[in-house]
């Protein structure tokens, strides 16, 4: 079973890889596959959801609607004078717990259970990206498998990207195809750049949707029991 599984594993593998190039993807997938590219943009969120409905974030935001900077009665005045703080700042926690979750499940866990080498490790004529010197090469023919090297299966970036996803659907539902579609091309980038087989994705975004799911759960709960408790003050 598990033959035929990876047989065709690695045919999806070369069609992204190989028959699937093209420039701008050579541009593009680096950098949705680059997680430092969402730093800024994700301590940016982090800090409105931990600072919205607060004196700090509605004076900064109608300082901003002054200096004409930001349109007035934007989506930021809603996040700067929003009523359901606790859900916002339960959440933001929560990311946090939820990214640190999923990263040791995938490389802590998972990965020394299966073990399986990354595609240029295993696989000849690898259409590779080198990360830290950003060039594309092609891998020399393999005539073994290097074992031990790096391990594929699952793909943490898919794991952690999906659990993201996931849980920011669940909370704010309205913006779910972003976040899937955000999900959907760091998946593919990591086949794309050489670094992992489809089937390594699949079960990252697996992994990661059981912990999205989970953590969402939890989270909601937590809002529910703290908004309970302060209805009853």
């Known amino acids: 079973m598990w033959q035929l599984i990876e047989k065709i594993d690695i045919s999806l593998f070369y069609l992204i890889n190989t028959s699937g190039q093209n420039a701008f993807f050579d541009v593009l997938m680096p950098f949705v596959s680059n997680e430092k590219n969402f730093y800024v943009p994700m301590a940016v969120c982090w800090l409105l959801l931990m600072t919205a409905g ?18 007035p009665s934007g989506p930021l005045r809603r996040f700067a004078f929003v009523q359901t703080k606790i859900k916002l700042r339960a959440v933001a926690v ?3 717990a939820l990214i640190a979750f999923s990263e040791w499940l995938s490389s802590d866990i998972l990965k020394p259970v299966f073990n399986r080498p990354r595609p240029f490790h295993s696989q000849s ?30 793909s943490s970036h898919a794991t952690n ?27 593919y980038s990591r086949a794309y750049l050489g670094v992992h087989f489809p089937f390594d994705v699949f079960i990252g975004s697996i992994a990661g949707t059981l ?5 969402a759960g939890i989270s909601n709960h937590i809002i529910k029991f703290i908004k309970k408790k302060q209805g009853a003050k």
């Not at 092609?138 to 290097?146: A, D, G, I, K, R």
């Not at 920011?168 to 779910?176: A, D, E, I, T």
């Open 94 to 96: 929560a990311i946090v």
């Open 125 to 154: 004529h690898v259409h590779l990206y080198d990360r830290m010197f950003k060039i594309w090469s092609v891998t020399p023919e393999l005539n073994t498998t290097v074992k031990g090297e790096s391990r594929s299966l699952p």
């Open 211 to 215: 912990c999205g799911l989970l953590l």
């Open 54 to 71: 607060s004196g700090v974030s509605q004076h900064i935001v109608l300082k901003l609607e002054k200096l004409k900077i930001l349109p």
């Open 161 to 187: 990207i999906f659990a993201a996803a996931v849980f920011f659907s669940f909370f704010f539902r309205k913006l779910w195809p972003l976040f899937y579609l955000i999900a959907f091309l760091v998946g």
